[in-house]
């Protein structure tokens, strides 16, 4: 199997690595900041995909020559997640994970909106930009309580 692992840090995924090479699947490791999405505006769907190298052009990777994309995001959830978003829906690339569940996952305030608003049942949650009225929020929360975000 032709493996893709979107990730800022092959490092950090060598066991990931290892186990796929011991199992015969090729295994290539793309940093999604050295990418480029070419959008077309062909109803025919000529988008492709490149990585930046130190050559003259970037490399141009086939959807073909792809059988899984495996992301590792890390750092940079947003641009990351528009690259494998790019992948499958435009290049029709499999991933095992949907590309928008990194979006929404990596947004604590929108996870937890959402899961209240299907009826999950999420922890007493106050979310706020401001450092105001801390002793107003612990009486409603009760303790243990994170605050979280920039003091001003």
Known sequence: MKIICLTHSPVENAKLAE???QRGHD?????PAKTLQYISENEKGLDRFYLVTDEVKPERIFSRDVDVVIPRIGSGVEYGSSILRFMVENLNCYSPNNPWGHVFASNKAYTLQ???SVGIKVPRTIITESPQHV???VDQI???IILTGAIY
Request: no cysteine; proline share 6%; charged share 25%.
């Open 142 to 144: 009760k303790l243990p």
């Open 114 to 116: 959402k899961l209240s």
């Open 27 to 31: 295994i290539r490791f793309v940093n």
């Open 19 to 21: 186990a796929a090479k």
């Open 135 to 137: 002793a107003w929020i």
